[in-house]
């Protein structure tokens, strides 16, 4: 017979790996509809001679470089990958393949950065070569994001309740900055971002936790 703190400790635990899952799964979401407005933006001053807002356009690479790429990437390396390893090697093939992802990601948003320099300049091909360079980046991360996420899913059965209370730890340290209560820069680009994007797409947007907007407080 179960004791309560064995009861505890399982609901602890099944806590834990509902919110990691829940917390990962909005993380590539976030990332996904801020792809997006960038894709939508580029296309736009591409084919329909839009106006270039460059604000924008910044505001979602910095966002792009600052969480999924310098915190997000890096927690799944610090608190997830090694933790699977230790409980099974039937991964390792996944583990590899989605380290080496983070490496080739990394260089791919250093290469956007670039492009959209030499855009704001004026250089010839600029919007061309900016609009491929974030093509390549946002069909990588998609694929990548559903691997990371089936492995999730599969995994479930390996990892042991301590294993899911000491990587909810590690991914709790580092909060999404979209999310409401982050700094301001990101407030705005959060606001900026729901405004520009269409009403189907704002509506789904505004359904994701870190994209919705915040709460105004009681007067």
Not at 37 to 55: M, P, T
Not at 72 to 84: A, D, I, M, Q, T
Request: with cysteine.
């Amino acid at each position: 017979m179960n004791t309560a703190a064995e009861h505890e400790s399982a609901t602890v635990a099944g806590s834990a790996m509902h919110t990691v899952t829940a917390l990962i799964k909005q993380e590539h979401r976030t990332l996904g509809i801020v792809l997006q407005l960038l894709q939508r933006l580029l296309e736009e001053a591409s084919c329909y001679g839009a106006h270039r807002d460059f604000a924008l356009l910044c505001a979602t690479v910095y966002y792009i470089d600052d969480f999924p790429e310098r915190v997000h990437h890096p927690k799944e390396e610090r608190h997830l990958f090694p933790v699977l390893q230790r409980r099974t090697r039937r991964f390792d093939g996944v583990l590899e393949a989605l380290r080496a992802e983070h490496v080739l990601s990394a260089q791919r948003v250093a290469r956007i950065h670039r492009d959209l320099v030499h855009y704001q300049a004026g250089a010839p091909e600029g919007l061309v070569r900016l609009t491929a360079g974030v093509a390549a980046y946002a069909e990588l991360l998609q694929g990548h994001m559903r691997a990371e996420e089936r492995m999730l899913g599969d995994a479930c059965s390996d990892l042991t309740d301590s294993d899911w209370v000491e990587i909810e730890r590690g991914f709790g340290a580092d909060r999404d900055p979209l999310a409401a209560d982050t700094r301001q820069e990101f407030r705005l680009l959060r606001m900026r971002i729901l405004a520009a994007l269409p009403e189907k797409m704002r509506l789904d947007a505004e359904s994701t936790e870190a994209m919705r907007p915040a709460e105004r407080p009681n007067p």
